[in-house]
Structures are given as structure tokens and as C-alpha cells.
């Protein structure tokens, strides 16, 4: 562990980090390097982080759509299903009105029911793994970045009771079904184009058109005024030309409002030919050029929704925020709904008069009659329509005390879009005043301004205008009582938005009131903005409304828009210009079509810029299916360019995702082929980190040709031992007569008390030829040990052999005097890992006996360290993640192999060989009986009688022998030596013969 840490910090020290960030995901920490590639390292139990879960019941609603139409039906069915926790689906054509029902059951429904609360959130382009993990991050929170493994996630998710609401959900039949089986107690809603909701375990809801009645209304909101008896009798037609949907309706509305065409005309016209081809081309057709390569451009990427400025910078047009607001008034473009939460705003409140005249000056200015909204003041009224009343009298108490507020009953023109307006007042506001009263507390819309309004750090100044329990989320800040003295609460709350005390700072002009603001901009006649200031109308989104395939270019046309967006957004998205991650992952749809379309048309460059950019951001919000389809179309973009460099960076990043993600085969075969790739390139920095996060799910491994030259070594020592005891033979440099080694006898003395004990040496000795001198003893010393230390280990040394004996020092003689001994205790360092709990091993797997008869069993033992869990095959399976002794019966050879697998990801296997003999037949005992019977008798020994002995009794004294008598293994070997005789031999057993038959007569004996 410690010479990885070590690779690791020599990695650091030599990658060049352009961005970089790190998320933790279940035991492993991902660091992403957007040159070389990501960095896993294993990090222990106790430094995990611990997500913690969200106060519920949490609130993440859509904003409210009260003034809805027809659709009670519907919404009745809808309601009495989801009551009873049954998953209700809406589906429909485009425009047919699923989103506005969504919003409307988002309010109308019992809350009560689910204990987690209510979550809205629009899905379109959004793969199902995405889905689950911001569904996570809506119950969860973590200090760091932070991704649950599948397990942890599928356990967090199962318990909680909330109301999911899907908006434009794109998703498979299949892939809708996983996430609600993940999510398994949660109620879902669904608004998609296509069923996806089966059998009765769910209610599915087809969304029809409105009736003639419903469409009367419709019309009549959208002309601000009643229709006239002519008018009202092609409503009919109208309704039953356009199918009832009532964004078409809208449409055609608007084009008889804004070109001054009549409603009998315009159901004249649906009469001939009511297709969807032939709405399109008459919604358009007042249309100018600019605004047809505008839905075109947004038509291309499919309902993905795009910033104006980016629209604007693409097609090279100016003023593009205000073609996008006549296309809307117009009903084809619609703001995305994820414009919800307010921008931030600088001193730009001082600059309405001028953008008004500005705006006067436009073509299309004369047909919006209506004026502008007035300028946004620096404190934003929230208050329940019950306080309506009270609310107008202090706006206009403390407007004619000079303080700057924003009231809707005040600053709302007539005809003016009464949603984007309150929008647009809570993303310009500098503060917020909320009146509290019990309504006001209850209110929904109350509570959303005011989150929104502490989430963005805007300054929060609550009025009590009625007792009531003030919410949680208030109670710390300081409040001004009106419901006692309204006078003295008036003047200190005019005091509080006039003195500009409040706030972040006292920057210059920044929490001026409005008669400032009013003196300074007539004091400059061209005034600028201020750098920090961000235009609301510049960063909405848009994206297009109804059916994208109507307003579609031609293909040729369609191919030059497309490539257009790859080369704008590579450059966008990897520009110098730094891009924050929200903004990034807002625009994630429009750049994984980017990515798409720049595989199609060989764009390998901008891809991988593209990539690399969208990379750092989806890791760290955890949207890792995003971040797998990204490297996929990189992956594919690299090997058809054939940049092996691309490619072994996204197999590098394929493997460390997929070590995260516990999927260590997937990992290997990803890293190999990366470290294979980046050696080929001798690219020495990828290499490197590619081998560190390889040896997390692979050891190291011993290369072929490794193993080649270490067997050509062994067998060049073995031919050079030969080789010198030839030679030795050769020149008697040994030989079996030669003076043997000394013999070394060691003698123990008592040792003092905590002394480290010293191993005994014990010599084996073999006897000596009798020509040959006795060599001398020798007696060593050795060095006292402890009494509480641990006993001696006898160490056997084998006497040399003579030829080797030459060489050992000479031993000095007796009668002179030995050289003094100094005795050393050998210094043993242990090599202890730096975590030993971290790591993993088979500390033993062995087999006894290593060869068995068929029939008999062996015995398998085996002991682990660290271990998750083990399996041994073949036969066995799982075992325990310990040690265990198993016994096994195989029929044949076999060779068992050990897995383990460790708590650090670390697998390491060993195997053993268990050899079978057959078994060897017996023949049965009286086969042998009688094969024995039918033998001849076994020849005694040949002895030659000697009355005076042997003539081995006058060998010398002192030598020793024997003597063979007889032949081959029948004969006798006999000892002479000193005082040794032959044996007397045995003699032959006389014989008997019968004579005669049956009871014959025997002959006697012969002396």
C-alpha cells in the first residue's frame, strides 16, 4: 500500500491538471483529469462519506395552473387513482395539453397521502439511470460530491412514499417499468406522447381535445375580449377542424390576432384542408426569414431546449431575445420549464425607460399595443390574495415614502402574461417582503417565493400583518409587526428597504430607491451595464412547440444546420470562457445531439472536445448513463478517424467507470486495452495512471517471455554445477578419500534474562573411510539466550563433501590459540504492509495427500485474510471467507482452484493438483494358495563344511566383511570378521517313500 501511494503521488507530480474534481462512489474515489484520464483509489470504511436525508415532506412542485378547461373528467379518474397509490399515465399528441394537467393535479391532490411529499420534474432526454439519480438527490444530500452504488440506491429508494411527477417522459415501456420498480413504494405520474403503463396495477388516461364550449373560452382568453355572434358560430368548425388540441387553437388564434385576420376567414381556410402539414405552412406563413431559420434550427434538436443567446450567436442574428418573444406570442416557441429559478441581476433597473424606447423602434412593435411592464423595483411584495387589500395599501404607503417595491396589482399591465411576470420580478429583486398571515403561511406560492428567495441569497424582511404561526424557515430572522401599531411598523419597514443597509453590500446604485434611480439615469444620458449584470431575456430557453417534424428543414439543409451546432457548441463548450456546471448540464441535451451528429459526419475533433468538456460535470452531479453514451460516441468518433490517442483515453475512462461501478471484468478488458494503446504511443503519463487503476482488479502479472528466461537461468546454474564437479572429478580436486569436513558440534550455555535466543547448529556427520585421519572437532560458541525468549531452533547443516571440503577456511590446529568469537544477533525487520486490514490474501490452500487411489478422499485446507467471500472448484462452491479443511473425492485428476475475493476489490486465485490412481486388482487367496502348492520348493543354500572354520578367521584384526554363500538371492551372506565363524549349515530333512498303494508301506529312515 505504501509503494501505491507512492505511484500515486509520482503521477500527481507529473500529470498536467487542466480540471479536475472527485466523487466518491460506495469504496472507491474517482478523480477526473480531463488530460490523461480518471484516478481510482480504495478508501477505508471510516472515511466513507454518510448521505443524509432530506427534511421531508419535501416540496418540488411545477408552478400552479389554475384557470384550466374542461379536462374534470380526467382529472376526477386521475385523482381517485392516485388516492388509492395507483401510477397514472397521461398521454397524448403534442400540445394536447398533458403538462397543464400535471400542474393543475400537482395542487389539487391530497398531499397527506404521501408522507415524502411531492416532486416534479421534466424528463425529456433524460436515460433512466439519470432519472433515478436525481430522484436520489431530490431525498438525499451529501457534503461531497457523492453517487450511490446500484445497491445503496435501490435501498434508499424503496422506502420512501412521495409522488413522482414525470413531465415529458421519453422513456421505453421497459425502461419506465425499472424505474418504478426501483422506486417501488412511490405513486408516479406520467405525462409522455406514447402509452407506457399496462394491466391494472396502473390507471393510463388518453388525453382527448376540448369541446366546443372549452374552445369558445379558449379564444376568448387569447383576444382578450367576447366573441361577436359571427364569431362564435365558426367555433364549431374550427374545433372539429382542429381536432379540439388546443395549442393549435391557440396558434390560429394568435395569427388572426396579430395579421388582423377574422375567425370566419381563418375556419374557411381550415375547411379545405385541415392536415397538420397544412396548419404548419398557414401558422407560418406571415412569417419572415429570420423567424423560419429559428424554428427550423429548433426543430433539428428534437425539443431540446436552447439558450436565445446561443440561438442568437449560431445563426448570427441580433436581437434574437425579441424574434423569440413574437414567436411566442405566436404560440410556435414555448420557455422552457426549466427557467424557474431567478438569475442573478446587477444595477440594471435604472435601464427599463431606455429599452422601452428601444423596443418601440422594432418592426413588430406596433401590434403589441400593450405597454411595458413598468421598471422592476428592489423589494418584491409576497403575500396571499385573502391579504390583497392590505397588501395595495401598504405598497402604496410606502411608495409615496419613497421606498422601491413591486406589487402585482400594481405593475401587472392588462394583457401582460401574469406568470412570466412574477418571474421576471423575483429574478431582478434585490428583497423580499412577505406579508405573514395565517392564509399567507398555508399559501403554496408563498412558501416557493420565499425558498427561492433564501436559496438565491436574497435579503428576506417578514411582516406580520395577522397573528399566526410563523413558518420554521422565518423564524430566525427579524420581523416587523404591523398587526399591533401599523404606523410605527410602516415607518420601520420604510426605513429597512430605504436605508440601503440590507443586503450582500452597499455597491454604488445597487439599493438606491426609485426616485435615485430616476435622477441618475436622466443625469447619464447613455448609460452602461455593469459586468456582473446577466440579461433574464438573454438566458431563457426555448424550445419548440408542437410537432417537431412540421417545421423540419430540408435534408440538405438540415445536414449544414447540424454540422453548424457541432462546430459552435465544441467551441462553446471548450471555449476559454469558463462554463459553470449549471449551465452546462442545462445544455447537456442539445450537446449529446451534438455528439450524435458529429459521429454521422466524421467531426472526430469537435467530439472529442465535446467529450472531454460535458465529461467533468455529468460525473460529478452523478449522471453516469449520460457520461457511458458520451464515451460510447467518442469511442466510435476514435476509431473511425483512427486516433488511437481518443481511443485509449475513453477505454481508460470505460475501465475506471466501470471499477466504480464494481464491474472488474468489464475493467480489466477496458484498462488493458488502454495501457496497450498508450505503450504502443510511449505516452509514459497515461500509461501510468492506466497501470494504477489496473492493479485495483488485476495483480501483476509475469510476462511470457519472463518466464522463458527465468527457466533458460535455472538450467544454465544446473548445466554449471555440472560441469564443475566434472571438472572437480577430473583433477581429484574430490574424491570419496578426501580429508572429510570438521565436524561442528554446538554447545548451549544458560542465557541472562530478556536476551534475544540465537539458533543451534547441529551438524550431521557420516562415517569416515578407515584409511582415512579422523578430522578435528571444532566446538562452537553460541550466544546465551533469553530465559523468556523463545526456544532454540535446531538448524540441520550437512557436512560438505570432500571435494567441497577443500575449500572451507583452515581450522586452526590443536595446542595454538584460537582467535576470539564475538557473537552477532541477526537483525530481522519485519515488511508490514502500511494497512493490513485493507488487503487481501491467501495465506495458505494445500492438498493432502497429493495422489490417492480411486475411492479414497483428500483433504483441501486453506486459510484467507481480508476476504469478502470465496468459492473453491470445481464441485465445492462457496466456503467460508476464513480458513476450512473440506474433504474431496475425485474420480479422476483434478485441479482445484481457490477464489478469493477481497473487501478492496483485490482477486487472487491459487490451485492445486489432486492425482487418482486406479485401484489394483487382487486375485483371490486360494488362486495364490494353490499357484503356491504347484511351485517347486526353494533350494537351500550350498554350505562347504570346514571343521577348522572359515578362511575369512585369518583376515586381519580390525577388518570387517562378509561372505556370499550360495547364488542370487537364495544364498547367504554371512559377517567375518574378528572372531567370527561361518554358520554351521542346516542340515538336509530326511525324506520318506512310500511303497505300495493307499496305506502303503513307508521305509524307515536311513541313519
Known sequence: MANQTTLVERIEARVQKKDGGQIVVGSHVLRIDSVHGGIVDVIATRQQPRPTARPVPIELRPRPFPAILDRNEESAAAIRALESLQSVELFGEA??????????????????????????????????????????????????????????????????????????????RTEAERVMNVAAACTFLLGSPERHLWGSEAHATPLAGLPAKDVKTLIERELSRPLTGDEALVVEPITVALKGNPLRILQEAALAQLNGHSLTSLAQDLRSDGSPEKLAEHVTAPLTSVHRRILSTLAIFNGAPVQATMLGELLQIDDVETILEELEERHLVRTHASFTRPQRMGATAGFAEDERAEFRDRPLAAKLTQPLQPPIQFAFLSYAREDAEFVLRLAKDLRTGGAGVWVDQLD?????????????????????????????VESTNVMDEVSLALEDGKTVVPVLHRQCKIPFRLRRLQYVDLSLDYKAGHDRLLETLGSGAVGTGNVSGLFETTRGVV???????????????????????????????????????????????????????????????????????????????????????????????????????????????????????????????????????????????????????????????????????????????????????????????????LVAVICAVIVAVAVASKFRLWSPSATPAPTVTSTTTPAPPSATSAPTVTSITTPAPPSATPAPTVTSITTPAPTAATPAVAVPVATLPPAVATLVPTITPAGTTPLPLTPVTPSITANLPLNPSLMARIVRFAGTPTTIVRGESAKLSYKLENAEHASIDPSVGKVDSTEGNLSVSPVERTE??????????????????????????????????KKRDKSSPTPGPRVRDSSAGTRGSTSAPGQRGSLQIGIGPAGVRIPIGAGTRAPTPTPTPRIKIQTGIGRGYYLPDRP
Open 519 to 713: 435622477e441618475r439615469s436622466q443625469a447619464r444620458a447613455h448609460p452602461e451595464k455593469p459586468e456582473d449584470a446577466v440579461d433574464v431575456r438573454s438566458q431563457r430557453r426555448y424550445t419548440l412547440a408542437g410537432e417537431f417534424a412540421l417545421f423540419m428543414p430540408e435534408p440538405a439543409e438540415a445536414t449544414e444546420e447540424r454540422k453548424r451546432a457541432v462546430a459552435y457548441f465544441a467551441d462553446w463548450v471548450s471555449g476559454p470562457r469558463q462554463r459553470d456546471v449549471k449551465t452546462i448540464l442545462e445544455t447537456v441535451p442539445v450537446l449529446m445531439h451534438s455528439l450524435r451528429w458529429g459521429v454521422k459526419f466524421g467531426m472526430a475533433a469537435e467530439v472529442m472536445r465535446i467529450t472531454r468538456s460535458v465529461e467533468l460535470p455529468l460525473v460529478l452531479t452523478g449522471r453516469w448513463e449520460s457520461w457511458t453514451n458520451a464515451l460510447s460516441l467518442a469511442a466510435q468518433s476514435a476509431i473511425a478517424a483512427g486516433d488511437k490517442a481518443a481511443l485509449g483515453w475513453v477505454r481508460h475512462q470505460d475501465g475506471t467507470k466501470a471499477i466504480c461501478e464494481g464491474n472488474f471484468s468489464e475493467a480489466r478488458q477496458s484498462l488493458e486495452q488502454a495501457l496497450q494503446i498508450r505503450e504502443e504511443l510511449r505516452d509514459k503519463a497515461g500509461a501510468g495512471i492506466t497501470r494504477h487503476n489496473l492493479k485495483l482488479v488485476a495483480p501483476p502479472t509475469i510476462p511470457t517471455w519472463k518466464h522463458w528466461k527465468l527457466l533458460a537461468g
Open 896 to 929: 482445484y482452484t481457490l477464489t478469493m475475493f477481497g473487501r478492496d476489490g483485490v482477486t487472487e486465485r491459487q490451485r492445486i493438483t489432486i492425482d487418482v490412481q486406479p485401484r489394483r486388482r487382487e486375485k483371490p487367496k486360494s488362486e495364490v494358495a
Open 95 to 172: 400540445g394536447i395539453g398533458k403538462t397543464v394537467v400535471l400542474r393543475y393535479l400537482a395542487y389539487t391532490i391530497n398531499s397527506k397521502l404521501f408522507r415524502d411529499g411531492i416532486i416534479y420534474r421534466e424528463i425529456r432526454g433524460v436515460p433512466p439511470d439519470d432519472v433515478l439519480q436525481l430522484l436520489w438527490g431530490d431525498f438525499f444530500e451529501c457534503d461531497i460530491p457523492f453517487k450511490p452504488t446500484d445497491s445503496q440506491l435501490r435501498h434508499d429508494l424503496q422506502s420512501k412514499n412521495a409522488l413522482v411527477m414525470l413531465d415529458a417522459a421519453e422513456l421505453t
Open 412 to 440: 401587472i399591465a392588462p394583457g401582460q402574461r401574469w406568470d412570466r411576470a412574477v418571474e421576471d420580478a423575483l429574478a431582478k429583486c434585490l428583497q423580499l417582503v412577505v406579508v405573514l398571515s395565517p392564509s399567507a
